[in-house]
């Protein structure tokens, strides 16, 4: 490769003083491109204009792009860096993001280019657009992070956040958010890697406790960094599944889980449809949830609705490492009737979904179908046929 970042950043380097010949990396010039240049522009006379001479540089590279013409639009993008000296102001400051954004593009695509020369191209435009050091140095993280330099993303990430260039814009506010989500993204990375090795590790060991101080203090950044952006109108999905999922882990009984349930139970993935029910449960395992009648009517229709697709393994599933305290915790004949006195809409949703799970003979279910209630009789009535249906105590029979 013409080392394109090279010559580039060593021409800016030079005091801004760009040079208006066609260089290769290696230096040499090439006559023939600049007088194709003159052609184009002038019809063969020589060239005056200066805005005209870097419009047709500029169409040249939009071309050779398209084209997937690496070089060619490498050694055009020599001719091109004389719009840093241009003569219109406004032309002059936009120059760093449009040599930035064709620059970087060029390097990303190019076969002989690597992520020393990317890195060395990318910290010089941050220099030279000031105005553009937070935009540059996200792109540069997120360059970083395709090539699995994880570390460095990082650390590049961490220095936009603190940097300042006079009165902070709403433009440049939405940018720092961006940088503290992919900085939250990066340790829900961490987090979850940490999570994943903490599984095979053995609970009596000094090593588990080690590791899950660590990995909760990964939780705790993930948090932070992504927290804020949430708060921001706009489509976050990717950071707020991961805010979520982290929050699920360390909290199951947060708030956001039943919104975290929704999501999970529209998605066309099997795996996150059965991660739906798993929420569903886990935040019902907490004393603070029993009185909670929208996780339990999500509960109830859920189960229906997969029962009904024949998802029976998913609910065995959870129902397996919970049936030898979830009966006494919520569907004991004394919790009964006091439910029955507090709620009673509450009261026939936790009533289907026990009998659902433990079958017909549940104290909890056979009191609520002794109760005389003529509002409820109806309700209380398709309630005794869907659980005589779909109850996963002897399915079948």
Not at 159 to 175: D, M, N, P
Not at 251 to 264: A, C, S, Y
Request: glycine share 4%; aromatic share 14%; proline share 2%.
């Amino acid at each position: 490769m013409s080392d394109f970042s090279e010559e580039l950043t060593k021409t800016i380097s030079e005091d801004d003083q760009v040079e208006t010949s066609v260089l290769t990396g290696t230096g040499m010039y090439f006559p023939w491109l600049q007088k194709h240049l003159e052609t184009v522009v002038t019809g063969g006379k020589k060239k005056k204009d200066f805005a005209q001479t870097t419009s047709a540089c500029l169409n040249f590279i939009q071309e050779a792009l398209l084209k997937h013409e690496w070089q060619q639009a490498a050694e055009y993008m020599y001719s091109y860096l004389q719009t840093l000296e241009d003569s219109d102001t406004y032309k002059k400051q936009a120059a760093p993001e449009v040599i930035w954004r064709l620059g970087s593009e060029i390097l990303f695509y190019h076969p002989k280019s690597n992520v020393e020369t990317f890195n060395t191209f990318a910290d010089r435009m941050k220099n030279i657009g000031v105005l553009n050091y937070v935009k540059i140095s996200l792109q540069h993280a997120l360059y970083l992070m395709h090539h699995g330099m994880l570390e460095d993303a990082n650390r590049n990430l961490s220095q936009a956040e603190t940097w300042r260039y006079g009165e902070k814009s709403s433009s440049q506010e939405i940018l720092i958010n961006l940088v503290q989500a992919y900085k939250g993204l990066l340790q829900y990375y961490t987090w979850s890697k940490k999570k994943a090795e903490l599984s095979k590790l053995d609970e009596n060991d000094y090593a588990y406790s080690s590791a899950t101080q660590s990995m909760l203090s990964d939780s705790w950044k993930t948090s932070v960094n992504i927290c804020g952006l949430i708060k921001t109108p706009g489509v976050w999905d990717p950071f707020v599944k991961s805010y979520v999922e982290n929050l699920y882990q360390i909290v199951p009984l947060h708030r956001l889980m039943l919104e975290f349930h929704m999501l999970l139970r529209k998605s066309e993935k099997e795996e996150l449809r059965k991660l739906g029910l798993k929420v569903l449960f886990g935040v019902l395992n907490f004393a603070g949830c029993t009185k909670n009648i929208t996780a339990w009517k999500y509960l109830a229709r859920y189960l229906r609705q997969l029962l009904m697709e024949n998802r029976l393994a998913w609910v065995q599933e959870e129902w397996n490492s919970r049936k030898s305290w979830w009966p006494t915790f919520h569907f004991s004949y004394f919790w009964a009737k006091s439910d029955w006195k507090e709620d009673t809409d509450l009261t026939c949703e936790k009533a289907f979904i026990a009998g659902i799970l433990l079958g017909k003979g549940c104290r909890y279910f056979r009191y609520i179908l002794k109760q005389d209630h003529q509002v409820l009789k109806k309700k209380i009535k398709r309630m005794k046929k869907s659980v005589k249906k779909y109850s996963i105590v002897n399915p079948g029979v």
